[in-house]
């Protein structure tokens, strides 16, 4: 996956990206290593089953970083009318929304998420304290935030100052399309 931004200005830096880039590329090859060892017949189950956790969470790392890559906005924008009036009926209002939003940011360990779930056809807040910790199943990912320390600390000393510019950079357009795709199934 190529970058969607070299930077985001305002909020993140060229260098925070690349580090943060390369965390990806990381879960990339080790997913592939680790299809390639589950290919092997001598490995016993006990090795069999933690490389099949393994490759799990290599899995749910790569989506999870797609999704918060392609997530973001290069300049700050508002939320269309058609994803504040979702917002609205889910979540409460915007500030309701971005107030528990901070709160499951702030209280991650991995990962905070908004996530739409079709079987109840509501919006929900998640917190996720691994790539497989916390994983809502049957969601569909809307916001993803990382909130490891590799995603923020080259540019920001504080996990909520992150956050903070985080939501103010969400690309609302893109999460609409998101919300689009699979609202209709």
């Not at 739409?116 to 993803?144: C, E, F, K, Q």
């Not at 540019?155 to 903070?164: I, K, L, S, T």
Request: hydrophobic fraction near 40%; include cysteine; proline fraction near 3%.
């Amino acid at each position: 996956m190529v970058l969607p931004h070299e930077e985001v200005p305002g909020f993140l830096s060229r260098a925070q990206l690349a580090a943060h880039h390369a965390e990806y590329v990381r879960s990339v090859d080790q997913l592939r290593e680790t299809g390639a060892a589950l290919k092997r017949e001598d490995v016993s189950a006990a090795d069999y089953a933690a490389l099949r956790r393994a490759q799990v969470s290599a899995a749910n790392s790569v989506l999870l970083h797609e999704f918060y890559f392609t997530g973001l906005a290069a300049e700050t924008n508002a939320p269309p009318r058609s994803i504040g009036a979702h917002m609205n009926e889910h979540m409460g209002s915007f500030d309701t929304w971005r107030t528990d939003f901070t709160r499951c940011a702030l209280a991650a360990k991995a990962w905070a998420t908004l996530v739409y779930d079709p079987y109840d056809d509501r919006w929900h807040n998640t917190i996720m304290d691994s790539d497989t910790d916390g994983v809502w199943i049957g969601a569909n990912l809307l916001v993803v935030c990382d909130v490891t320390e590799h995603a923020y600390t080259k540019d920001y000393p504080r996990r909520e100052d992150y956050v903070a510019k985080f939501i103010d950079h969400i690309d609302w357009e893109e999460v609409s399309r998101r919300y689009r795709a699979v609202d209709r199934m």
